[in-house]
């Protein structure tokens, strides 16, 4: 299932690149990419070769790995904590990766020395640690968790509606909003080959640790008990999540309900291992970014939706699907 699905995924992003406003077939699709890497010589337009190469395909593949990051970072938070609904969206860690952001971007936060990127990676871990802090006072329990998250998601959404409002003029305002709800305007080959490398890198230490996640289904002390060192395998994943979602949020935003709905639908699909559910997270979430993202693009004629809007239309009745078979099972 998991292969069916991968290879899928060249078919989806072949879709990403001829859909939009101007019809590119396949074939002038397979051209212009072989022409860029010097395989051919195809006869084609500067503009559909631009198109294709600087637009669409560079956006096709920065969502399919953006897809796959936050899939992954849902089905590591979900297991570690033992909850359905646990994904950086719902726990304050990609608002505080974009305060982190806009610490940045509009106060120049480091004086230049310190990267977009960077200085999203310290606001996810203040969130982070803000929502250990929290549910650790309120005495633990994932339940607790969920609802420290949505505290420090609304405190770091505030925070950084303070620094815009205070901070920016009505130009960088539209542009930060519309930025904070998700697009993939402005990436570049650069940003794409960035986020691979740490998705990939990602993908592989989580795998390091399936085994582990695995353990961690029957909870802390059991996986204790079976030998996994819980304070060390905790405090790596948590740190992977971060890093994971702080790169996804400084190069497109804040994308919610990715990573609750895709971890779901793959263990569907893959069954609850984390050797096949990880790399299926992978492909899957990759694929749905993709096709989000084609949405978003031809939904409203002349416009792009942002994607957040298109991931928030899907995740929130599944979000509630969610909470009402726990209620009843509660």
Same mark, same amino acid.
């Given at each position: 299932?998991?292969?069916?699905?991968?290879?899928?995924?060249?078919?989806?992003?072949?879709?990403?690149?001829?859909?939009?406003?101007?019809?590119?077939?396949?074939?002038?699709?397979?051209?212009?990419?072989?022409?860029?890497?010097?395989?051919?010589?195809?006869?084609?337009?500067?503009?559909?070769?631009?198109?294709?190469?600087?637009?669409?395909?560079?956006?096709?593949?920065?969502?399919?790995?953006?897809?796959?990051? &936050?899939?992954?970072?849902?089905?590591? &938070?979900?297991?570690?904590?033992?909850?359905?609904?646990?994904?950086?969206?719902?726990?304050?860690?990609?608002?505080?990766?974009?305060?982190?952001?806009?610490?940045?971007?509009?106060?120049?936060?480091?004086?230049?020395?310190?990267?977009?990127?960077?200085?999203?990676?310290?606001?996810?871990?203040?969130?982070?640690?803000?929502?250990?802090?929290?549910?650790?006072?309120?005495?633990?329990?994932?339940?607790?968790?969920?609802?420290?998250?949505?505290?420090?998601?609304?405190?770091?959404?505030?925070?950084?509606?303070?620094?815009?409002?205070?901070?920016?003029?009505?130009?960088?305002?539209?542009?930060?909003?519309?930025? &904070?709800?998700?697009?993939?305007?402005?990436?570049?080959?650069? $940003?794409?080959?960035?986020?691979?490398?740490?998705?990939?890198?990602?993908?592989?230490?989580?795998?390091?640790?399936?085994?582990?996640? $695995?353990?961690?289904?029957?909870?802390? $002390?059991?996986?204790?008990?079976?030998?996994?060192?819980?304070?060390?395998?905790?405090?790596?994943?948590?740190?992977?999540?971060?890093?994971?979602?702080?790169?996804?949020?400084?190069?497109?935003?804040?994308?919610?309900?990715?990573?609750?709905?895709?971890?779901?639908?793959?263990?569907?699909?893959?069954?609850?291992?984390?050797?096949?559910?990880?790399?299926?997270?992978?492909?899957?979430?990759?694929?749905?970014?993709? &096709?989000? $993202?084609?949405?978003?693009?031809?939904?409203?004629?002349?416009?792009?939706?942002?994607?957040?809007?298109?991931?928030?239309?899907?995740?929130?009745?599944?979000?509630?699907?969610?909470?009402?078979?726990?209620?009843?099972?509660?």
């Amino acid at each position: 299932m998991v292969i069916a699905t991968g290879l899928l995924l060249p078919v989806v992003i072949a879709l990403g690149v001829g859909i939009g406003e101007m019809p590119i077939s396949l074939e002038t699709t397979v051209q212009a990419v072989t022409n860029r890497l010097g395989w051919t010589q195809h006869e084609l337009s500067r503009i559909q070769e631009s198109v294709i190469w600087d637009y669409r395909l560079s956006r096709s593949l920065a969502a399919a790995c953006c897809g796959a990051g &936050l899939a992954l970072c849902g089905a590591i &938070l979900q297991s570690l904590l033992r909850n359905p609904l646990a994904e950086p969206y719902v726990l304050g860690i990609s608002a505080g990766a974009s305060t982190g952001a806009v610490c940045v971007m509009l106060l120049g936060l480091g004086a230049g020395a310190v990267t977009l990127s960077a200085g999203a990676f310290a606001g996810a871990l203040a969130a982070f640690l803000f929502v250990v802090m929290l549910a650790s006072g309120a005495r633990g329990g994932t339940e607790r968790t969920i609802l420290a998250g949505v505290a420090a998601s609304q405190l770091f959404n505030a925070l950084t509606a303070y620094i815009v409002a205070t901070s920016a003029n009505a130009e960088q305002a539209r542009s930060v909003m519309f930025w &904070l709800l998700g697009s993939f305007a402005g990436v570049r080959w650069s $940003d794409v080959s960035l986020v691979a490398i740490v998705v990939v890198g990602g993908l592989g230490i989580c795998l390091r640790y399936a085994r582990s996640l $695995d353990a961690f289904a029957f909870g802390e $002390d059991a996986a204790a008990s079976l030998g996994v060192p819980v304070r060390r395998v905790r405090l790596v994943l948590f740190a992977v999540t971060a890093l994971m979602t702080a790169m996804m949020v400084s190069m497109v935003g804040s994308i919610g309900f990715v990573g609750l709905v895709i971890p779901h639908a793959a263990r569907f699909l893959v069954g609850p291992g984390h050797m096949r559910l990880l790399p299926a997270c992978a492909v899957i979430g990759a694929s749905f970014m993709v &096709l989000a $993202d084609i949405v978003s693009r031809i939904i409203l004629p002349q416009q792009v939706l942002p994607i957040g809007v298109v991931t928030a239309l899907v995740g929130v009745p599944f979000f509630a699907v969610i909470l009402y078979r726990g209620g009843r099972r509660g």
